[in-house]
């Protein structure tokens, strides 16, 4: 089945880029997204990038895509203490008809002032 | 500005005891979803409704049962609570259509005891 991957924990300094990484093994995914869930709080979406993409910026967040080794990754550029949440990378497959977004673990991002 | 509601926001169960998850979305979303997330973990899909009168099983469904009368209704069941079942649950909907967002409740925390 589908297994998306991310390391447990991030710790950056307030004003530092943080990059968070997700590995996913399905290879017919079409669209792949970072969620961000603040404590005591459901998933917000913060950005998705269609899988024919390489990349995608948006403000302080930049979404780089490599399809060949299914990597992706989340950069924020001066991170800032209200940035500390969990980062949630998520993967579906909707050409295919399976809706159902697949979750990673989730990234706890901690910012340090 | 509703969104996705859920309710109860907390409970505690009896082990045996039963209790319904409500939620309810007023966007008009034919997809909706149920995910549980356990401490350290992803979020696991539980059961899923891509229209009224029509629900699929999740990754992890053993123990709950959903039904989908409206478009803007999804409860999910719980008949005889086990511990293993303490969880914070999220309730989730979406259009459908590629690429769309999907919104989630701020999530019902319940313990079995």
């Known amino acids: 089945g589908e297994d998306v991957e991310q390391s447990l924990f991030l710790s950056v300094r307030e004003g530092d880029s943080s990059v968070i990484n997700c590995t996913y093994t399905?290879?017919?995914?079409?669209?792949l997204y970072w969620y961000k869930q603040e404590p005591g709080a459901g998933l917000q979406l913060l950005t998705y990038?269609?899988?024919?993409?390489d990349m995608k910026q948006d403000q302080r967040l930049t979404v780089l895509l490599n399809k060949k080794d299914k990597h992706l990754s989340l950069r924020i550029a001066d991170t800032q203490t209200g940035d500390s949440a969990i980062y949630f990378c998520?993967?579906?497959?909707?050409?295919?008809?399976?809706?159902?977004?697949?979750f990673g673990k989730g990234t706890r991002l901690s910012v340090i002032a | 500005n509703a969104g996705v509601t859920q309710t109860p926001k907390f409970r505690i169960l009896k082990i045996g005891q039963s209790m319904t998850l409500q939620c309810t979305q007023d966007?008009?979303?034919?997809?909706m979803y149920w995910y549980r997330q356990d401490p350290g973990m992803g979020l696991k899909l539980i059961y899923y409704?891509?229209?009224?009168?029509?629900?699929d099983k999740g990754e992890v469904p053993n123990g709950y049962n959903v039904s989908r009368s409206t478009t803007e209704d999804f409860p999910l069941r719980l008949e005889l609570a086990a511990p293993s079942q303490t969880s914070v649950y999220f309730c989730?909907?979406?259009?459908?259509?590629?690429?769309?967002?999907?919104?989630f409740g701020q999530g019902t925390r319940l313990t079995v005891v």
């Open positions: 989730a909907s979406s259009s459908g259509r590629q690429n769309t967002e999907a919104f």
């Open positions: 399905d290879s017919s995914s079409t669209y």
């Open positions: 990038i269609f899988s024919n993409m």
């Open positions: 998520a993967e579906s497959d909707r050409d295919s008809g399976k809706t159902p977004l697949v």
């Open positions: 966007m008009n979303h034919n997809y």
């Open positions: 409704s891509v229209g009224a009168g029509i629900t």
